[in-house]
């Protein structure tokens, strides 16, 4: 059973646009919240993480909000680039350090020049 | 932040022979490491945990006599894909936990494997 359902499947923004990329989850033990950003043939990389004691988070143009009582958690992409062209994945997992990850479905993000 | 390797990048086979995928942490210890199979334009899918000094966990629907995985040290998984067949054919994609205690884990870049 999916417990991490992400929208929109595909998006396409104008540079300098945002970029908003949802997700909702099911399971509240979840207590981490990543987003990563993977390009065409290469691995996932970490672009922001969040825990559920703080409502926002930002790194740069990257800023993660988080909902708690709604089980939802968003990315959003500032002054988007055309390098940010890419999957998005966000994800969520429980507990203790090594704990698995849970991933959504992925959003193929296209900016335009 | 942490490093993580795979190797081969990507490696081509003949149906019914044994792939041996690597992955290793470069510059930290991890007793936990992850494999996952990601099919084009999908979601990565956890295929089983990698444990050393103990048996990997499966998913459910994961052949373990198929994908093998060995966890020799503290820096080296494997995953060996035997009897590989065309339906094999994925992005295979490892990671590992950080050793500092944080839930943030680390992924190798990858390996594309094709099975002719």
């Known amino acids: 059973q999916q417990q991490v359902k992400q929208s929109p499947q595909s998006l396409i923004v104008q540079k300098g646009g945002i970029s908003i990329i949802n997700c909702a989850y099911e399971?509240?033990?979840?207590?981490?919240f990543p987003w990563y950003q993977q390009f065409p043939g290469k691995g996932p990389a970490l672009l922001i993480a969040?825990?559920?004691?703080?409502s926002e988070k930002k790194e740069g143009r990257f800023t993660i909000s988080f909902n708690k009582s709604a089980k939802q958690f968003s990315l959003h992409i500032m002054d988007s680039q055309p390098g940010d062209s890419a999957t998005y994945f966000c994800a969520a997992s429980m507990g203790t350090s090594g704990s698995r990850l849970t991933f959504g479905e992925g959003t193929q993000l296209t900016v335009n020049p | 932040g942490a490093v993580v390797s795979q190797h081969p990048s990507w490696v081509i086979c003949k149906s019914g022979t044994s792939v041996k995928i690597e992955c290793r942490s470069l510059?930290?210890?991890?007793?936990?490491m992850f494999w996952y199979r990601q099919f084009p334009k999908q979601s990565l899918m956890l295929m089983a945990t990698?444990?050393?000094?103990?048996?990997?966990?499966?998913e459910q629907g994961v052949e373990k006599d198929k994908f093998l995985i060995n966890h020799a040290s503290l820096t080296l998984s494997t995953l060996t894909v035997t009897s590989a067949h065309p339906e094999d054919s994925s992005f295979y994609i490892c990671s590992a936990p950080s050793a500092g205690g944080s839930n943030e884990q680390f992924f190798g870049p990858g390996t594309r494997l094709t099975v002719l």
């Open positions: 969040i825990r559920p004691d703080v």
């Open positions: 510059d930290f210890q991890a007793t936990t």
């Open positions: 990698s444990n050393e000094g103990s048996k990997a966990t499966y």
């Open positions: 399971n509240t033990a979840f207590d981490y």
